[in-house]
């Protein structure tokens, strides 16, 4: 009971906020408004085998399936909800989301046959500096739902490389990525069906390039994709997805 009190006390001067459009969350709301989640400009690729980010990855790297569970813009409110997570300590944040996710994956069918899930790994300079890992929070949020694990060390960044935020141009995107990652247990993903896991799809080139380092070392396994986000001035250049 005195606990209850502190912390209302707590909440009175130091209200949790909601992650997308910073607004004082209502009471007994933990961590999106319901205005936010409402809105959430969700993509419904889930559940849909033929999709615009499974195109994203075709002739480059062979996937079984790909989806990922919103849009967003550069100037769009959930950009912010990106950023809080991905830079400022808002891992919870991921974590609920991913198991948001997860439960949309499950409910299509379409990742029944997913044995493992690898998260787009950090090199360790930017783990130590950030203290966590995005991807990996993401990817135990749909781990919880599915039902699966989560392996965070059979897939390696070897080399420090710039961050792909700051790039604009995909050609340079391309080239940051390139021979970047290993993997050290291949025998663990041999013969599975590995499910990457990232925070944001923009141009595909950071999960093309862990799919083809991944098959490299094990050919026998097979590759789908999730991203919590997507690129919509990406996958539609700028056009009917505004404002998100």
Not at 212 to 232: G, Y
Not at 238 to 244: A, N, R
Request: proline letters at 5%.
């Amino acid at each position: 009971m005195l606990r209850t009190y502190f912390s209302e006390i707590f909440r009175l001067f130091f209200p949790e906020r909601c992650p997308a459009c910073g607004r004082s969350l209502p009471k007994g709301v933990r961590w999106l408004c319901p205005h936010c989640r409402w809105d959430m400009p969700l993509t419904g690729y889930a559940a849909e085998h033929d999709n615009p980010v499974a195109r994203k990855f075709w002739g480059l790297v062979p996937v079984q399936e790909a989806a990922s569970m919103f849009f967003f813009t550069r100037h769009g409110r959930y950009r912010a909800m990106i950023h809080g997570f991905k830079y400022h300590g808002q891992w919870k944040t991921c974590l609920r989301l991913g198991a948001m996710f997860g439960a949309e994956l499950s409910e299509s069918g379409l990742y029944d046959t997913v044995d493992l899930i690898v998260p787009v790994p950090l090199h360790y300079r930017r783990l130590f500096r950030r203290g966590y890992n995005q991807a990996e929070y993401l990817a135990r949020g749909i781990a919880g739902a599915l039902g699966r694990k989560t392996d965070c060390r059979s897939l390696v960044r070897k080399s420090y490389n710039r961050s792909q935020t700051a790039m604009r141009n995909r050609k340079d995107r391309w080239e940051n990525v390139a021979d970047i990652f290993s993997v050290r247990r291949p025998q663990r993903l041999a013969g599975r069906h590995i499910l990457l896991v990232d925070d944001v799809l923009t141009t595909g080139s950071t999960l093309t390039a862990c799919a083809e380092t991944i098959l490299k070392a094990a050919p026998s396994c097979r590759i789908s994709i999730a991203t919590l986000a997507v690129s919509a001035t990406e996958l539609f250049g700028g056009k009917g997805q505004g404002g998100l």
